[in-house]
């Protein structure tokens, strides 16, 4: 993917100004001793935990059924995602083409009619279109049928357990518990060159929500589109902004996404606040952890590995910041374990209130060669990439 040419700031409008009292993304009950966000950086008061599309994405081949419980990326998730330890729910944004902020993950839609599939793209669809898909919320109301192509190109029923409405933006806000807070991940097709006019578009469509109904829950923005990230980060400064890579396991045209590196320098560079990497490219690169976190970047991870206890224990013992994952009550419990609560006095230094009283990690890790060689060692699929 091309770069698109750089947006100066006084031509890319602030909507700072909207709240009438603005409060920084971290001012929660699961966050209460956080502190204000400074220009310089940027910092998660505890390890965090990040429940993947809610309570965890969908996987239509997978022979567990924790991967087809619940609808991903709808309310009902969100809702049962709440119900655990978590400190975020994270979820895919995009904006329809009547600049209606909705939810959903896939590029394009896909459905069938008379025996024929077909599929229209995402933002191409009304917000009416959108609703039109999977069960339906009016009594007596049957929707459109909605299925999903995987990775190998087959089209499957998206059949689960517990299914659910499509949903928008605003209504997450309206309906699901306030004090989880949102990691919004910006969506866009990775196969188009966005012109810069049509992103500040439909940023500036998501931030109108935000601003109006986010109040004070916390929220992160996280994408995978170089441009977006810098844009989002130009257009406000109230939410911290992270930047999304898959940490080399995949090669782009654009090289800003081909590299823990890349992504440590365009965040630097563009004073982003934060990196969300596949696991296994962290894995792949741990010294990159120390680079990241002397930068005073925060570091999440994504990947199937984040279902893994033993790997998840790993990333705090290495100082990574939190965790998305979908296995969200095995992961919380787990985590649980791991940051037990702290002993002593309430003014002892390193603590700060949120899910009880926890241990911070705030030193910068440092691992010789031979540590390095064992973290890789410790978790064997880690090779299989």
Request: proline letters at 5%; hydrophobic letters at 40%; a negative charge.
């Amino acid at each position: 993917m091309a770069a698109l040419k750089a947006v100066h700031v006084s031509d890319v409008p602030c909507l700072d100004h909207v709240p009438e009292s603005p409060s920084f993304a971290l001012y929660s009950s699961r966050f209460s001793n956080a502190a204000p966000r400074s220009s310089a950086s940027f910092k998660l008061p505890k390890f965090v935990v990040v429940g993947h599309r809610g309570h965890g994405m969908n996987m239509l081949q997978s022979s567990d059924r924790r991967m087809s419980a619940i609808k991903e990326n709808s309310i009902a998730s969100f809702n049962a995602a709440a119900a655990f330890p978590l400190d975020f729910i994270e979820f895919d944004v995009q904006v329809t083409r009547d600049d209606c902020p909705v939810i959903f993950h896939d590029d394009f839609i896909l459905s069938q009619e008379n025996g024929t599939v077909f599929e229209k793209r995402m933002t191409e669809l009304s917000l009416a279109e959108f609703l039109s898909y999977g069960p339906q919320r009016e009594e007596g109301m049957e929707g459109k049928v909605l299925l999903r192509k995987t990775k190998d190109g087959k089209v499957l029923p998206w059949d689960v357990e517990q299914d659910a409405s499509l949903c928008t933006l605003q209504e997450a806000f309206q309906d699901v518990e306030p004090s989880l807070g949102f990691n919004i991940e910006l969506k866009f097709d990775d196969h188009i060159v966005y012109e810069e006019d049509y992103l500040v578009h439909v940023l500036q469509a998501i931030l109108k929500v935000v601003f109006e109904y986010a109040k004070d829950r916390p929220i992160i923005f996280s994408t995978f589109q170089p441009d977006a990230a810098l844009l989002v980060k130009k257009l406000q400064s109230i939410y911290p902004v992270f930047f999304l890579t898959n940490g080399g396991c995949e090669l782009y045209e654009d090289v800003r996404r081909n590299s823990l590196d890349e992504a440590l320098k365009l965040s630097l560079e563009n004073g982003l606040d934060g990196i969300v990497s596949e696991i296994k490219g962290v894995f792949r690169s741990p010294e990159a952890v120390t680079k990241i976190k002397e930068s005073q970047l925060c570091l999440l991870t994504y990947g199937k590995l984040n279902n893994v206890p033993e790997a998840v224990h790993m990333q705090h013992m290495m100082g990574i910041d939190g965790v998305i994952v979908d296995f969200v009550q095995e992961i919380t419990e787990a985590v649980g374990d791991m940051v037990k609560p702290a002993k002593g006095g309430d003014d002892e230094e390193g603590l700060t209130e949120g899910i009880g009283k926890v241990q911070v990690n705030n030193t910068k890790p440092k691992f010789s060669q031979q540590e390095l060689s064992f973290i890789l060692k410790l978790i064997p699929q880690l090779i299989q990439i």
